[in-house]
């Protein structure tokens, strides 16, 4: 089997270390690719294409940059199925997920070509006579995105969409266990004309490729999705970078005890067992009224005893990235189960015709909210369900993690719902709706330990990708002073 190669200065070419690594597909365990193991010298090479390509880029005006993001989005359209189906077998996510995907790729290409026509600064007065004051955007300068592998193709859309439109040039690390996602979506990039230098692709490790990418003195930015402790570590190494945090969640839904519990239930299966628990938004806990709990449990019960676990062309939850997320998930099942929450399905590995890193959907309840599994990240089908006796203490409990990413109320009680938009501390609220489920063109991000600050997508994901420049013009011909000369 012959390596897929890096995309560096507008060519196919091999790591100088020689080495490649495999991409299993996690349903069959079998492989579905070779790649480039790179090093610090491919990232060097990337770095010297991007800031080589960057001064044309930069110039070439915003509104012809974003004929190249339309015409990504219809080769996306255009290779959608085809797109779909790799992500199942590489990534594992059930089909109709993985159109999703693709779809939220074609949206924020779509989305951010408009954007070629805004990239609004801002004007207004100076204090002084004749002197004009404004502000315009610029790009950051040639920039890192290294992305995780549970949207494969959406998230590396939502940081380069921006980041091109802007007039950054790209250093691209996509995670080791979707390269060939990556690596299809480059050649979609290139078929679309995107400039020689603009987009580099390099494969590899987050020790080698990662790190490099963060430590780079020529780049100037960095845009990381991934877990906490990446997050920080990045952050640590990156020194002055302009560094934007996509980190995790511990989100939850609250259902009150007027909710819709057909409607709730059906949110809370999406939310939590939806895309095998691996999304940054899954739904992890539930807290729950105690005068509707055991009729929600039973509910709940019913409806995920029905989905079908297995490869994702044919099932309903398809299987999790890879043999750590496996373990990673048993082991939190034995931890929930020693800390005294009461199992009520699932918590175990499954193979499917003896192969494959399925895990059964795991429900817990009677947790305490200070239980590990009501607190860490899991990234797996696992749920929390937590009693509470009224909103204030829902809110509480919700309230209660180190992360801010997510959050949804099921009532049918307005104030609550305001209140819970009110005091719910997480970057996004639902009501009456799943804890996912977030669309291109609404700002997406967390805060507390989720993330940094940084939004993406939406009119805000361009302030991740570009500079401003304060401009002041003054047409008086004479020395004018500001502070000092006001009248
Ligand atoms: C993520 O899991 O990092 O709202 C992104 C959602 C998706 C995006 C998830 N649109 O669940």
Not at 223 to 232: D, H, L, P, Q
Request: charged fraction near 25%.
């Amino acid at each position: 089997m012959k390596a897929h190669k890096n995309y560096i200065d507008g060519k196919w070419v091999s790591s100088s270390s020689g080495q490649a690594f495999e991409s299993l597909n996690p349903a069959t365990e079998s492989v579905i690719g070779k790649f480039q193991k790179s090093n610090k010298e491919d990232v060097k090479k990337a770095v010297a294409a991007a800031d080589k390509a960057f001064h044309n880029w930069r110039d070439t005006p915003a509104p012809a940059r974003a004929k190249y993001l339309w015409k990504i989005k219809d080769l996306l359209i255009e290779n959608k199925e085809k797109l779909a189906r790799l992500e199942v077998q590489e990534m594992g996510k059930v089909i109709t997920e993985a159109r999703g995907d693709v779809q939220e790729a074609i949206d924020i290409f779509e989305y951010m070509a408009g954007e070629g026509r805004r990239l609004f600064g801002h004007t207004t007065k100076s204090e002084l006579r004749d002197k004009f004051a404004m502000s315009v955007r610029n790009p950051v300068g040639v920039v890192g995105l290294i992305t995780p592998w549970n949207f494969p193709i959406a998230i590396p859309a939502w940081k380069l969409a921006p980041a091109l439109i802007c007039g950054n040039t790209i250093v691209f690390k996509p995670s080791s266990d979707t390269p060939l996602c990556a690596v299809e979506l480059i050649k979609i990039i290139e078929k679309a004309g995107v400039p020689r230098g603009v987009v580099n692709l390099v494969t590899g490790s987050g020790n080698d490729v990662g790190a490099e990418i963060v430590e780079n003195p020529k780049i100037y930015g960095v845009s990381f999705t991934g877990s906490k402790e990446t997050g920080e570590n990045i952050l640590k190494s990156a020194g002055v970078k302009k560094v934007g945090l996509e980190l995790g969640g511990k989100n939850v839904i609250i259902v009150m005890d007027d909710a819709n519990l057909e409607l709730a239930v059906s949110g809370v299966v999406w939310g939590a067992f939806g895309t095998t628990g691996q999304r940054c938004t899954a739904t992890s806990r539930v807290v729950v009224h105690k005068k509707v709990k055991k009729k929600f449990e039973s509910m709940l019960l019913n409806r995920v005893k029905k989905l079908k676990l297995g490869p994702g062309e044919t099932s309903d939850i398809g299987p999790l990235i890879n043999k750590s997320a496996v373990e990673k998930s048993a082991r939190y099942s034995e931890i929930g189960k020693a800390e005294g929450a009461k199992l009520l399905c699932g918590g175990k590995p499954v193979k499917i015709n003896g192969r494959g890193y399925f895990f059964q959907p795991t429900i817990f309840t009677d947790c305490k909210p200070d239980m590990k599994i009501c607190r860490e990240e899991i990234f797996g089908p696992i749920l929390a369900i937590i009693e509470t006796k009224n909103f204030d203490e829902a809110v509480k409990i919700a309230n209660g993690v180190e992360y801010g990413l997510s959050s949804s109320i099921y009532t049918e009680n307005m104030n609550f719902a305001f209140r819970a938009i009110n005091e719910l501390e997480t970057g996004l609220t639902y009501i009456n709706s799943s804890t996912i489920g977030s669309e291109v063109h609404l700002p997406f991000g967390g805060v507390k330990g989720t993330g940094n600050g940084a939004r993406e997508a939406g009119i805000l994901g361009i302030e991740e990708f570009s500079e401003i420049k304060t401009v002041y013009f003054d047409y008086s011909g004479k020395l004018q002073k500001a502070q000092i000369d006001n009248e």
